[in-house]
Nanobody
Framework: QRQLVESGGGLVQPGGSLTLSCAPAGFALDFHRIGWFRQAPGKEREKVSCISISDGSTYYEDSVKGRFTISRDYVKNTVDLQMNALKPEDTAVYYC????????????????????WGQGTQVTVST
């Protein structure tokens, strides 16, 4: 069974950093597109960042540009979201998701649909 498992969430002070990891189970990350999303209480889920594994193209939502970095860690076999300069408005449950269709060299990091979602990890930015 194909699954995604997120880890790395927690409580951090404003200005701090966290790294979220998204690990696959039952499939390999190669040639897929991975997205990180978040949902804050009372708000709709929003796309934060995407990566196309085959070509390394990336996308960032405007509010996180320059602060967040999405990357593949080949040693851990994860897709990580490095989050720096965190703000209280970054507080949310963060989810990763994968589009299981094969995508090679399109330079389009985000997918219009994602097939498998993780269970989410809570990120709280507060004093």
């Amino acid at each position: 069974q194909r699954q995604l498992v997120e880890s790395g969430g927690g409580l951090v002070q404003p200005g701090g950093s966290l790294t979220l990891s998204c690990a696959p189970a039952g499939f390999a990350l190669d040639f897929h597109r991975i997205g990180w999303f978040r949902q804050a209480p009372g708000k709709e889920r929003e796309k934060v960042s995407c990566i196309s594994i085959s070509d390394g193209s990336t996308y960032y939502e405007d509010s996180v540009k320059g602060r967040f970095t999405i990357s593949r860690d080949y040693v851990k076999n994860t897709v990580d979201l490095q989050m720096n300069a965190l703000k209280p408005e970054d507080t949310a449950v963060y989810y990763c998701a994968v589009d299981l269709s094969i995508t090679i060299g399109t330079m389009i990091p985000c997918s219009p649909k994602y097939d498998v979602w993780g269970q989410g990890t809570q990120v709280t930015v507060s004093t």
